[in-house]
């Protein structure tokens, strides 16, 4: 059975401070790579991941996104992909930010905010991503030379 948020649950949930509490320093994925990091509540009572995960062929397309409770998705960028059709039939365009719905879990999508300033730019777009998402400690990636 698939675990389920209220809508006031996935806000708070989105809110909360985040925290990496490794010693591991993690390279920026190259193309056709992904990256899995481990993020706790400050109290340790939530776990959250961060996922980022890059296209092999459009350098362009990109994902990054929160989950909490492993599989539940609360906040997910899609750069440089397709358009995004809502439940509603409304299509959004690539750049585009999903947030957790309660009853659609990530299937809406919004524009992307203007605090994600140049999307092109996916390190910044990762940093700018971590704050929206309340990361608190952010210095675990090392940036490739080619980003």
């Known amino acids: 059975m698939k675990q389920k948020l209220t809508q006031a649950e996935a806000d708070a949930l989105i809110q909360m401070e985040k925290f990496y509490t490794g010693t591991d ?7 056709g790579g992904s990256l899995r990091i481990p993020l706790h509540s400050a109290d340790k009572r939530e776990d959250f991941t961060l996922d980022i995960s890059r296209n092999k062929i459009a350098f362009e397309r990109n994902k990054l996104q929160t989950r909490v ?39 809406w999508a919004i524009s992307l905010p203007s605090v994600f300033i140049a999307p092109s730019n996916i390190f910044r777009t990762l940093n700018e991503f971590m704050d929206y998402c309340n990361i608190i400690t952010k210095h675990f990636i090392r940036r490739d030379l080619f980003i």
């Open 25 to 31: 320093i993690f390279d920026f994925p190259s193309m």
């Open 69 to 107: 409770r492993k599989t539940i998705i609360l906040v997910r960028i899609d750069i440089g992909g397709q358009p995004h059709r809502n439940p509603d039939g409304e299509e959004i365009n690539c750049p585009h930010l999903h947030l957790y719905r309660e009853g659609f879990d990530d299937k």
